[in-house]
């Protein structure tokens, strides 16, 4: 049996990428020109063709798009694993009204496809935690996800 494929976000992703989430990008590295993945949590769909991402600007990810723009987002969700492929930009080198040095990334999708291996389901999600100054994270947290909203 195939994997259902998308052209956008299915509305049960699109609403989990609402808050903070883990999710891991792969992008072709820039020197390599081999695969390379990060996993980031900064995320939000903005709407069901564009995901907006947050990393630190000095970031491999933003090298390597600036050479080669295509991007996977990997997502568990939805009791499945989804691959989102698309072409990343640098919508802005700096983000407003956040104190660290975080570059805004647009993602126009291309292809949302359900990868998960045949007749199996994920049972848990991916849990992480913040290992820093937990009110601090909070905080720098909250900055982010309403600085990915307002742009």
Known sequence: MANQVEPR?????????????FVTVATI???TSGPN???ISWVLA???STIYFAV????????????NNKIVINLIANESTY??????????????????????????IKEVRDVMFYGSKI???VQYDKTYDKKAAERL???????LKKA
């Open 56 to 67: 630190d600007n000095r970031s491999r990810i933003i090298e390597n798009i600036n050479k």
């Open 29 to 31: 590295d820039h020197e």
């Open 9 to 21: 976000l299915i509305k049960p992703l699109y609403d989990v990428m609402q808050k903070e989430r």
């Open 83 to 108: 691959s989102i492929q698309g072409e990343a930009i640098l919508k802005e080198e700096r983000l407003k009204d956040v104190p660290l040095k975080l570059a805004l990334v647009k993602v126009s």
């Open 141 to 147: 947290d909250k900055q982010v996800m309403e600085a």
């Open 123 to 125: 049972t848990s999600e």
């Open 46 to 48: 903005k709407d069901d």
């Open 37 to 39: 993945v990060s996993a």
